[in-house]
């Protein structure tokens, strides 16, 4: 008796599970039910973010960093000279602005301004002719922090 108790409900457990993945919803190849909906063809989720990921790295090209100056002046150094001259030749066709990275701990605010300046004079005379509404310093960044603070936002950030 007690045999033929416990066949009965793993029996009618598993007859409840093959009419549940026979019944039509996705497990066989005849479905064609409304519970497993087919929107998007495959990757086009992901297409948009691997977009936004690429037009930021694109943004970034034009970000003309402190080591591409001359010491603490607002001369532009060869590989800066370079640099800017690859932002003129793709600057006509896409919308981003041209940063000029601050100096560290914001400690000369005049020097940043020259350098912006200096930048836009220098793409203005290379034919881009809105240099000066796109050219800007950086915003103001705190002092850097260290590992352990760093981690220890993100860990806040995560709860």
């Known amino acids: ?8 409900p793993l029996q009618i ?4 599970a093959l009419i549940g993945l ?12 409304a519970c497993t909906p087919c929107l998007y063809p495959l990757g086009a989720v992901n297409q948009a973010h691997y977009e936004a990921m690429q037009a930021n ?3 970034a090209a034009f970000t003309v960093h402190q080591f591409e100056f001359i010491g603490t002046t607002s001369e532009l150094s060869p590989a800066g000279k370079d640099h800017l001259l690859e932002i003129a030749g793709r600057a006509r066709s896409v919308p981003f602005p041209i940063a000029i990275e601050r100096t560290d701990g914001n400690s ?19 034919g881009i002719g809105d240099a000066q509404q796109r050219t800007v310093v950086t915003a103001v960044y705190d002092e850097r922090t260290s590992g352990h603070e760093a981690e220890a936002d993100a860990v806040r950030v995560r709860e």
């Open 13 to 16: 457990g598993f007859g409840l």
């Open 108 to 126: 000369n605010p005049t020097l940043d301004e020259h350098r912006r300046a200096s930048v836009a004079q220098v793409l203005l005379d290379l």
């Open 1 to 8: 008796m007690t045999r033929s108790v416990v066949r009965n």
């Open 57 to 59: 790295g694109q943004a």
């Open 22 to 33: 026979c019944s039509g919803c996705g497990w066989h190849a005849g479905c064609d039910c």
